[in-house]
């Protein structure tokens, strides 16, 4: 019953990415059950019989938009999910996902950042994921990994000596594109996060590693 990991690979296809106003924020917090406190950060609390959801992130991202329909269709599919598969006598189901926002003020770059840590407990054993938004307020776009780097580069190359340094041995071998797509932009560093089993045994824990922004500066678009 992997209900969240489930939810994060349907709406990498579905949502919409559209840019829409911060005030729209405040509609798309209510829809999530939310209401947006004085620091500018949707707070959200349901509970029911069979599940708990708290969640918390900030209004202030530029693509709110994007963010918003991605956290609507993670909670549908996982109240959805949570119908299909009865907890019977196991605890209410949790989930729990909290958005931290980085930013850098770099020259000739300005971005924002928002990491959402989504902690999904089934009675078991909890599980971690991440799923990170980045914007360019320059160019008024997002930024993925692709466009992070400059056309032609390889930046695994970099990145996974890097990541084995900090890590340690990584049993799964070196990680591809696929395992750094969720990242934050900082002043000083661009910081990979990794969920649990992504580059490490589960038992591990989630992952993050702080890429300092020198070691990449040749590669950066």
Known sequence: ????????????????????????????????????DQNQV?????????YTL??????????????SDYLVHTRDT???????????????YLLTIIGTAYRSAAPGSSTQSVVLDMNQD????PVTSF??????????????FDTLF????????????IVERQLGPLPFGEPGVEAYQNFAITDDAVIFFFGQGQVLPSVNGPQQVSVPRTELAALMA
């Open 1 to 36: 019953m992997r209900l969240l990991w489930r939810a994060v690979a349907a709406v990498c296809a579905s949502v919409n990415c559209s840019i829409a106003p911060i005030a729209g924020a405040q509609s798309a917090c209510a829809a999530l059950g939310g209401t947006v």
């Open 42 to 50: 949707c707070q959200g609390h349901i509970t029911t019989a069979d």
């Open 54 to 67: 708290d969640l918390s992130f900030p209004v202030s991202y530029p693509d709110q938009q994007a963010m």
């Open 78 to 92: 996982w109240v959805d999910d949570v119908r299909t598969y009865p907890r019977h006598d196991r605890p209410p």
């Open 122 to 125: 089934l009675g078991a054993h």
């Open 131 to 144: 799923k990170a938004f980045n914007y360019d307020l320059g160019k008024g776009a997002p930024i993925t």
């Open 150 to 161: 400059k056309p032609g580069t390889k930046p695994l190359d970099v990145l996974n000596p």
